[in-house]
């Protein structure tokens, strides 16, 4: 799957916006997310993680060149500051500055939703929990991650997995549930359900179980 500019599924109106601008911000966020954008062009657009040190996720994002020295990063309604926070924290005589915008509105629309929940794409708060949430589960990576472009915190376990072949614990799945069921609800002992429209749903997968579809831009 190539990895859009712009997924159909996306409300772009319930995304909080964070602006790095400097001569420094291209390198300083090459060394911090898990994306190559040295050859980013002005104008486009990729999808990437940000990891804790840990290498738990801290953030997906989509992040754009708007500019020589400007890029803007964007994420899901409610978790801004906590990217903010993240990308601040090691900036450290960088010429760089950084801004926030809120998102128009806190939740995506029940449309678009409902839309993401069809193609198992991972939402913060809902399938990514700051600090908790491993790459290797969200189903993301090969859109998220780029394995040579050099290091930046977190890239340990995620390089680790990859090198080793290592299948994560669990996986995000599409499964068509009962009608009644809630997120959180546990589906035969193997999965826990995350996000949920209607009888479709999104859980966790154990991966000793072959229960519910891998998403298309997993594979």
Known sequence: MDNP???????????????????????YLQSQIAQEIRDIAVGETRWTF??????????LAR????????????TD?????????RINRFKIRVKAETELAFAEC?????????ARIAAGWPRMGAEII??????ATTGV????????????PGQELVE??????????????????????????????????????GTTALAYVKRSSDLGRIPAHSV
């Open 63 to 74: 992040i754009t060149r708007t500019a020589e020295t400007a890029f803007v990063l964007d």
């Open 130 to 135: 700051p600090g908790e949430t491993i790459p």
């Open 50 to 59: 940000v990891l804790a040190p840990t290498g738990k996720v801290d953030a």
């Open 77 to 85: 309604a409610g978790f801004g500051e906590h990217l903010l926070t």
């Open 5 to 27: 500019a712009d997924l159909p599924f996306i409300d772009d109106t319930a995304r909080d916006r964070i602006t790095v601008i400097g001569d420094d911000a291209l390198t």
């Open 160 to 197: 680790r997995m990859d090198s080793r072949g290592a299948d994560a614990p669990k996986t995000l799945r599409i499964l068509e549930v009962a009608a009644g069921t809630s997120v959180g609800d546990v589906i035969d002992d193997v999965a826990e359900v995350t996000s949920i429209d």
């Open 141 to 152: 990576v090969l859109l998220a991650v780029n394995f040579t472009k050099g290091c930046y």
């Open 106 to 114: 806190d939740v995506p629309s029940a449309t678009h939703e409902s």
